[in-house]
């Protein structure tokens, strides 16, 4: 079990390039984050989940083109991988095990 | 701006593979925090902060990674440099060494110094007890003595207070040892004593061995010599004085150490003084207390319970308060009177401190110039070195090696050279620091350290300059030694002469005024006149032991070359402690109002005032055969001056009265009015003393002839031989007794003057070798400036012009160093010396003279060259 371990904010960031599929690029994700997530995301942060992310294998990425706006460097387009899958599969499956063993009587309170 | 350098500062940490894609996002999002944001580039600068983590900077250390085979070849290439310059390396080598061992033998005294009373168990949580007394909200005197039953009501009030302890310092007491009488150095102490001053307890028992009246616990050394290998506890010992009887010794300590400031050899059992008048009384404060404090005591919260005790005790309008001082402090920090023994300086601690510094700076400074002056001639080196594929790093890390070489032989050169002045040192400072240098284990320590400080420090700025050059200039053969090198020897030097400067105008402000103080006239004669202390002795004899001393003193004056005798209870030149004193108040009826504030008494007899030559401004000397003068006192100006009184005529047979007119005051008729006279120190103000009449007071002053004091002096031994064969004959030259007042200046005088030499000659070294490189450099210019007609003044003088400039500018500089230094010592003497400018004139003439010597014997030697020779091969 231990080989899929997923950090919170590692799981959002590799959910999150699941969802833009085709255009997980660096700003693209901090984005899409902030817009569902409602926080705050630093570059730093992003970027260093990213690598470390690829460096596991849960992530690939390729290189775009240059581009003007962006000062002629290019995007890196991140892709999840086989692993990157199983790892977020591992993660519901858990999530979903654990849903299910609670008695409904434990979840049945009242807002206060 | 921010955002061209915080692009740059991501460059430089970021890993190369990522740092393309993840600069673009920073600039697609800059984009657009340039509509959105105030501060666009900041938040730039703080994206790229936040970027640097480990996961994304980029590896660092393959760079620096030191090659282990040229380790090998940086030593072979320094010792080869090293060996081929002897002279710069005996230079730096030299002037290094003495540097450091002048630096960390400073930091063992400084250490030393600082060390006092800090090794008893509990030494942070004690305290001494002291009196002011404070007049008009003004701390009128401060008596570092305390009544003896102050501590024990107050620990049964203040539960900080966790233990306390009282101890009279007894002085100097007479011992019968063996078939001789010897004096020994003795506190009494009560049986909380030795829990406070946590002492190793040899023999005996730590609880019980102060307990019982006529006890003596002896330490270590003492209990030897007395007893030998017998064992000492049970024996006993005759005290003789003022105590004439048996004392048992109940136990042995160790020896008391240098470096604490209530020294004694014997303590004697409190209960063994209970017949003392100040026993359990409240008027007397002739006693040291000591206090144990609570560790998380509330220091002002107990000072303010302090002062209402006070209040409690001496009424709502005392003038008498205590205050709390850690016993740590105390060495060089009281400013008490009544101290047991003359504490050091605080101030001369710190200019030492600077002083040392200033040495080991020099020295480091030597080692920059020399180094970075030279540094032509590795430029080819360099060049080659990079040309084949040195980092510049690598470049750095050889030449912080090289210097690390020339430092470490330094080192170990220096460990050589504390060791040898270490007697010199000890004998310096009057204290033994230590035995040998590699005892102390601080001193390794520190020597360590500052070896790898000298290292780096002096090594970086030589290394980053030779790693600077470019190899295509230097290999072309066009390298001329940077201006801006040479602006950075220039500064180095001038601080090297303001140093010398400040330091030898320094000592000699010093010397000025330890002679001015020695020079002074005093208000008394001194020469060749012998103070001589007699015992005391127990209450029953007194009547009969004072008669004696009428008849000694009648004796003496028998012998022809004995000019005079009188007597005092107090001998001039002793310390501020010697004498008595009373904080009642004093006023003169009619002409003041009563004064609070301490006032000095001193007995003297009607002999004592001609003897020394001294002067009565007013009135009349006392006389034994006038029955009035009983009641009489006479004062000297400076109580006077206190109670503002101009004119001494006016006073003369008035009443000097003492005490308030509520509380059945004193008086005394003023017979006369004694011109002011230094009893102590020139450090303090002449005290404002009240002189009583006493016929036989215990110590004596023998005015002896010039011509043959050694017939007076042998005279004196015989006739005590006959008089007091009881007690040892101790006797002092007065002038001998002021004199030892400014031992410590004098010291420090002596201390200062030792490392200003060595503060020169090393700066000196280090010109030595720097202008023996320049005028090597300047051969060729010699050489033509003699074919187009220079003569050998004209060349000398064009090298001294540049020296002298930077003499002006350290001279500038150093003036004004030496002023604020110098001006805040003198201002610990209340007799001073006027600011000596004509010093600092003097101090800057000295080291251009020795600047003048050492850059000539260079440029002569390149000077009287032949340009023949010199532009053979041009």
């Known amino acids: ?112 | 701006m921010i955002k061209h350098l915080a692009d740059r500062l991501f460059k430089w940490f970021c890993h190369p593979d990522f740092y393309g894609d993840i600069s673009g996002d920073l600039e697609e999002l800059y984009q657009r925090n340039l509509e959105e944001s105030r501060f666009p580039q900041l938040r730039y600068l703080l994206q790229v902060i936040g970027l640097f983590r480990p996961s994304l900077i980029r590896p660092f250390s393959q760079k620096l990674k030191i090659n282990t085979i040229m380790l090998n070849n940086y030593f072979k290439i320094s010792v080869r440099n090293l060996i081929r310059q002897r002279l710069f390396t005996t230079i730096n080598v030299v002037g290094l060494a003495f540097g450091l061992a002048a630096f960390l033998l400073i930091n063992e005294y400084v250490r030393f110094e600082k060390s006092y009373d800090g090794f008893f168990k509990q030494s942070d949580q004690l305290y001494r007890l002291s009196t002011l007394s404070v007049v008009n909200g003004q701390i009128e005197t401060k008596d570092a003595m305390m009544t003896h039953p102050a501590a024990m009501n107050m620990s049964k009030e203040m539960p900080e207070i966790l233990n306390y302890t009282n101890s009279w310092k007894l002085g100097e007491v007479v011992f019968r040892k063996d078939q001789s009488v010897v004096y020994e150095e003795v506190v009494s102490a009560d049986s909380n004593f030795l829990h406070l001053f946590t002492y190793e307890v040899l023999q005996g028992d730590r609880e019980t061995m102060l307990k019982q009246p006529n006890s003596l616990v002896f330490t270590k050394t003492k209990a030897r010599e007395y007893f030998g290998d017998t064992d000492p506890v049970g024996q006993t010992v005759e005290v003789l004085g003022s105590y004439n009887r048996s004392f048992e010794v109940t136990g042995v300590i160790e020896d008391v150490p240098e470096n604490t400031h209530y020294k004694f050899d014997v303590l004697m059992s409190e209960g063994s003084l209970v017949h003392r008048r100040d026993y359990m009384e409240w008027n007397w404060n002739n006693n040291y207390t000591f206090l144990l404090l609570d560790k998380n005591t509330n220091m002002s919260a107990l000072r303010e319970k302090i002062d209402a005790f006070c209040k409690k005790t001496y009424g709502e309008e005392t003038t008498e308060f205590y205050d709390v001082h850690p016993i740590q402090d105390i060495h060089l920090k009281s400013d008490f009177t009544y101290e047991p023994e003359i504490n050091g300086s605080e101030k001369a601690v710190s200019f030492l401190t600077v002083i040392s510094i200033f040495i080991l700076i020099i020295a480091w400074v030597n080692y920059i110039n020399l180094a970075t002056a030279r540094a032509a001639d590795r430029a080819k080196e360099v060049g080659l070195r990079k040309v084949i594929g040195a980092f510049k790093a690598q470049l750095v890390w050889q030449f912080l090696f090289e210097s690390m070489l020339v430092n470490l032989l330094a080192a170990l050169f220096a460990i050589g050279i504390a060791e040898l002045f270490l007697p010199y040192f000890n004998a310096l400072v009057g204290k033994q620091i230590a035995f040998h240098v590699w005892e102390s284990q601080p001193f390794l320590i520190n020597l360590t350290i500052f070896f790898f400080i000298g290292s780096f420090l002096a090594g970086f700025y030589p290394s980053l300059v030779l790693s600077g050059f470019k190899p295509v200039v230097v290999l072309k053969g066009k390298f001329r030694s940077s201006k801006k090198g040479a602006t950075l020897r220039k500064g180095l030097v001038i601080f090297q002469f303001a140093a010398s400067i400040t330091l030898i105008a320094g000592t000699l402000v010093v010397f000025q005024q330890i002679n001015y103080m020695q020079g002074k006239d005093l208000g008394i004669s001194t020469d060749y006149v012998v103070g001589i202390t007699i015992p005391r002795v127990e209450q029953d004899r007194r009547e009969e032991h004072r008669s004696k001393i009428g008849a000694f003193k009648d004796e003496l004056r028998q012998h022809n070359s004995v000019l005079g005798v009188g007597s005092t209870s107090d001998l001039p030149g002793g310390g501020s402690s010697d004498i008595s004193s009373t904080t009642t108040s004093v006023g003169i009826v009619g002409h003041s109002d009563q004064k609070r504030g301490t006032t000095y008494l001193q007995s003297i007899d009607d002999n004592f005032i001609p003897t020394l030559n001294m002067t009565i401004v007013a009135g009349k000397n006392f006389d034994r055969n006038r029955a009035s003068d009983s009641v009489a006192v006479m004062v000297n100006e400076a109580f006077l001056r206190k109670l503002n009184i101009p004119n001494a005529e006016d006073v003369v047979d008035e009443l000097v009265q003492f005490g308030d007119s509520d509380d059945e005051p004193q008086t005394f008729y003023l017979l006369g009015v004694l011109k002011d006279f230094n009893r102590t120190s020139l450090k303090t103000e002449v005290e404002p003393t009240v002189y009583w009449p006493a016929l036989n007071p215990y110590t004596i002053v023998v005015k002896l002839n010039e011509g043959d004091y050694q017939t007076g002096l042998q005279f004196i031994d015989d006739t005590w031989g006959k008089f007091f064969a009881d007690s040892p004959l101790e006797y002092t030259f007065l002038d001998q007794r002021f004199q030892d007042l400014y031992d410590q200046d004098r010291r420090f005088g002596d201390v200062s003057r030792a490392f200003s030499i060595m503060a020169i000659l090393i700066a000196m070294l280090g010109l030595f070798g720097l202008s023996a490189f320049m005028s090597v450099q300047r051969t060729k210019e010699v050489g033509v400036r003699k074919v187009l007609g220079a003569g050998l003044i004209n060349i000398i003088l064009i090298f001294y012009k540049e020296f002298l400039k930077l003499l002006a500018v350290a001279a500038i500089i150093g003036t004004p160093l030496t002023y604020y230094a110098m001006n805040s010592w003198l201002g610990n003497y209340a007799h001073r010396i006027a600011f000596p400018w004509y010093l600092i004139a003097l101090a800057t003439v000295v080291v251009v003279l020795f600047a003048l010597v050492t850059v000539g014997y260079q440029t002569y030697k390149v000077a009287i060259l032949k340009p023949t020779k010199t532009l053979q091969y041009e």
Request: aromatic letters at 8%; a positive charge; charged letters at 35%.
């Open chain 1, 1 to 112: 079990m231990k080989k899929y371990q997923l950090g919170e904010f590692e799981e959002i960031v590799l959910l999150t390039v699941g969802v833009l599929y085709d255009e997980a690029y660096g700003v693209a994700i901090k984005d899409e984050i902030e817009r569902r997530a409602q926080r705050k995301v630093s570059v730093g942060a992003l970027q260093s989940a990213l690598r470390r992310m690829e460096k596991k294998g849960y992530l690939e990425s390729r290189e775009g083109e240059p581009n003007a706006l962006r000062g002629g460097k290019p995007k890196r387009f991140f892709t999840i991988s086989f692993y990157g899958k199983q790892a977020l599969q591992n993660v519901k499956d858990i999530r979903k095990e654990l849903w299910e063993a609670i008695p409904d009587v434990a979840l049945d309170v009242q807002q206060r």
